[in-house]
């Protein structure tokens, strides 16, 4: 007589999927505006006003002007720094400065974000399309800003915003960073298509956003999605 035959198992999940299985990485690399802290603080709104003001100052127009001639440089070069570089030799560390000089009192500190990077292992870069005085501004405020070894910003960028490949591979060569043991962090789901071509491990913090959701599901690859980073976070440290 035979043994019944015992139905199958399901299939176990990949061991690479599970989020405790990340807390070894040896380099994590986090987006900064909306991804370390929530995008509710707004904080882009400031921003996007003082983007406004220096253009009609630099050109001495309107304010609706000055949003107009704003839209045309992010169509057509994917930063309206870029643009303004590009057409009008703009300085960009005056431009910085003046578009980041926000009110950052809107970002709560973040006590169980700073204990969950306590706890990660790994290296931790920031990695921002901003400039580095707003990163130390905003994960000042947060109270994790001494948790980062580097901040890798536009300016070290070369000024190539992401999600052109080019800075990704600059970053991972100036921060001997081998991407097969790399995660990266970010709302803004196509920035995560470069770090993805390299072989590195995708958290995508979920955007509302119709540009942080472009892409997903055709074409950006994404191995993690959270919708609360610093909970997420504590629970791939072990907290
Ligand atoms: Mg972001």
């Known amino acids: 007589m035979t043994a019944p035959t015992s139905p199958a198992a399901p299939a176990p999940a990949p061991a690479t999927k599970l989020p405790s299985a990340l807390r070894d990485r040896a380099v994590w690399i986090f987006d900064l505006d909306n991804t370390l802290y929530p995008a509710s603080c707004n904080l882009f709104a400031q921003v996007d006003l003082r983007i406004n003001e220096f253009i009609a100052a630099h050109f001495n127009i309107g304010m609706d002007e000055a949003r107009v001639r704003q839209k045309q440089f992010f169509r057509d070069y994917g930063t309206t720094l870029r643009g303004l570089m590009s057409e009008h030799d703009v300085d ?57 070894e580097a901040v890798f ?11 052109d490949p080019r800075p990704y591979a600059t970053l991972v060569e100036r921060h001997g960073v081998n991407p097969a043991d790399a995660c990266m962090v970010e709302d803004i789901a196509r920035n995560l ?9 995708t958290v995508w913090v979920r955007g509302e956003q119709e540009y942080e959701k472009a892409g997903v599901g055709a074409g950006v690859h994404i ?13 791939v440290a072990g907290l």
């Open 193 to 201: 298509a470069p770090a993805h071509a390299l072989g590195m491990t």
């Open 153 to 163: 910003d536009i300016t070290a960028a070369g000024y190539v915003p992401k999600p």
């Open 223 to 235: 191995d993690h999605t959270v919708d609360d980073l610093p909970s997420w976070l504590a629970g």
């Open 92 to 148: 960009p560390v005056a431009y910085m400065d003046y578009v980041h000089d926000i009110d950052v009192t809107g970002v709560q500190p973040s006590a169980q974000l700073a204990d969950a990077l306590d706890r990660l292992p790994g290296r931790k870069i920031i990695y921002t399309n901003g400039s580095v005085r707003h990163a130390e501004n905003v994960a000042g405020r947060l109270g994790i800003i001494d948790r980062f």
